[in-house]
């Protein structure tokens, strides 16, 4: 196992190419880059944002409430007088939680699902590109929202909402990719030299498939931020005292009509920083990992 | 050079370059030769040889990140390369035509057969109506052995056999004077390549064009080709008549070349490989391309491209065996 | 079993389901299938190279793999030194493997991309827990040495990708011999390797079967390497053999008429010589639909009335030498 794990860690840096190179690659490696600061520097803030935000962003009053922005509110102030500014530093915490944990549930069921699926072929596949087929068809939001209102609040719930609805993705994209790969005469070879099932998926099948999946859980980080706002924007996120920004969203959509148009704008602006810097790495990576034109 | 009959093609100091991220690829250089009416060239080189691009840079249609940086290609004394638009549209396919290497992808799969014909003659030719191209097209069939009335079929409905003779057909439709195929056969089985082979001949005894075969099968071109190019890393290593070339080939790579093909009307034979593998074009070895799987080289090899010497009169080699400096 | 024999193979069968359009799915209950390997029988000697050689489609790889248990026959039996390998499953089918190699036509794909040099041959070894650590290294080296590969440490740590095709091929036979094999299986080994470079691949397989006393079946459609390399040749036709025989037979006499016209067609590397192609009617006729009697006959140009009706047997014309057609005499 642990001789495994080493390989497969080789493996990965062998494929991840370094940041140096990355800039030479073009216009996708500068794709990659531009989202990984990105996501770098949203991660960063909001993470010491304890140390750097001006006021406490649940401290109501600190200013008068509905304030434009100026001087000393740079973002201004919400309704409960809170300062957007700290709050939308701030906000991110529970936002790349949810991501996060979705993104992990995804694969660790939506990869072994995919290539254990595809590989085994027959009528073991079958029914599970059903199943897939069936939850992917319905639209993302809705069945999130419709998983999230069974299950309650919370990070993990909205987690598992999220991964309900994206696990299907990681489904495909892993299972076309093993179905090209099966038929390659390396993994031929593999089987003639006498390899196990679980070693030619293991070592021949998976670090083959490992660009598409870091490809798609990068863009699915995009997503599942989206859909974690969504979720709160309609009342299914977590209980009101920490700063989100989703949250936040719900409030200033609210606002929005008596013309504070700051309390939604810039938790929004965050937002969407964080899924362009995930969507910009993905599809940076995806230019660069696949495929490989050579003259 | 003084009082030579015109030839139909005349090439001279062709050479084009590749523009990579990874750096400048030369993949071809120093090209000079001429055809004639009712030859047939045989080109002939293995892989990263030049010799594709070599095709098509006669059709002025080196694909990017690829330029023509020099020469000239004269084309009944019109030098193409100074063409403008419309008379590059011109050339392709009515002057020159170009037979591509793989016919299973070469046609456009949701067309019927006789649509590609309509399309290509009509754009040449807009005078003409359906109706004509259609019976052209009928007529080019059976020139090429096929049934005429698979003209309504789609591509797919054809076997590898004929899809390869209706790319034939297409590169005839316009009479051209020359006819470019390259790698006609290597997607095809043996025996139907030999047909193919033999129809191009008969073909080119109809309709009298030129032929240059482009190819890395030696033993085909020298079948089958009125004299043959050997091509190594861009370069014309050596030129000859076929029969001069079987006979005496004057270049080490020519003659390794030759050793290392099975012959299957000998009875014994022992075969030899050349030793080493083909240059990587980014980063040539300075002077000759071939020494370091030369077993004659010189000193002088390693630091000077040599020129290509006239041995005899339709020979030429690419070496320092044949003339030029000594090693000191 | 002849005690030189060491593969037998007998009426050997591999359909495959052909693919049918929804609608025919839905309103014919008749399968169709893919008759690539249809009722194959032949022995190979110990220390022989055998050629099996046809056209694309005639089934030679399919039967290459169904030897070495790549894929299960549909009908038939397959025999490795006296053992009936055919219903082998599991464990005991994993053992034979050691014995039994194959090395593919493409040295593009053959590699794993992902896994070094050194992992690559090595894998056999660790999957057969044969050796372990250093052990494992030193037998590496050995074989990479063995195959041309030198100096062994440098290529140890490099990935396919940073090595030409001809190098590619060279690893992957160095896999294959790493668990010194009885027998192999080489499919088209050459053919996308430079023409001035094949030699080299060819020698290899030659000196290794002195040193390693392998026997190879060897698959291809290049008539010339054929003559080149083998011992035995058996042409194939649409899924059966149509004549088996010495090389010089094979060669010098053949019989068939599906040989005589393979050999016509082969280009000859010499300006001077006079072809005379034997043509051939049509095209090869699809696997699904094998044409009744004998499946040559609608190209044949020797067919009669009987060939239409009988599919020929193979009857041995002179000693070793066997030919499916219905015209052949003993």
Redesign the interface.
Known sequence: MQKKSKARKS?VS??MPSLGSLAKR?LAGWLVIIGIVLVTAIVVVTMISPWIRPHDPSTILVGQPLVAPNSQFPFGTNDLGQDVFSRALSGGGIMLQVSILSVAICLLIGVPLGLFSSYAGGIVDRIFCLIMDSIYAFPGLVLAIAVAAMLGRGVTNMAISIAVVYVPSYFRVIRSQVLSIKE???V?????????TR?VLS??IL??VVPSIVVIATVNFADAILTAAGLTFIGLGVPVDIPDWGWDLTNGRRLLTSGAWWVITFPGIMIILLALGFTLIGEGLSELLNPRLE? | MNREPAHLLTVKDLAVEYWTRRGIVRAVEDISFSLDKGETLGVVGESGSGKSTLGLSLIHLVPYPGRIIRGTILLEGQNILKFGNKETRDLRGRRISYVFQDPMTSLNPVERIKNHFIELIRTHEPKVTASEAITRTRKLFKDVGIQPERIDDYPHQLSGGMRQRVMIALALALNPSIVIADEPTTALDVIVQAKILDLLKTLQDTYGMALMLITHDLSIVLERSDKIMVMYAGRIVEQALSMTLYAQAQHPYSQGLLKSIPNIELAEQKLTAIGGAPPDLRNPPTGCPFWPRCPYIMEICKIKDPPLFQTSKDHFAKCYLYGGEKSS | MNESEIIRVEHLKKYFPAEKGFLEKLLTRTRNYVKAVDDVSFSILKGEVFTLAGESGCGKSTTGKLIVRLIPPTSGKVYFDDTDITALQKEKLRITRRRLQIIFQDPYASLNPRMKIGQSVGHPLEIHGMAKGTEKRKKVLEILERVGLSPPEQFMELYPHQLSGGQRQRIAMARSLILKPEFMVADEPVSMIDVSLRTTIIDLMLDLRKELELTYLFITHDLAIAKYISDRVAVMYLGKIVEIGSKQEIFTNPTHPYTQALLSAIPVPNPERKRKTLELKGEVSSAINIPPGCRFNPRCPYTTDKCKKTEPELIETTKGHFVACCQAEA
């Not at chain 1, 031929?188 to 196990?196: C, D, L, P, V």
């Open positions: 493996m062998s494929l073009g390659m005469p390396y031929e070879a593999a089987n003639s030299i006498g390899a196990k070693t070592r021949y670090p083959n003259q």
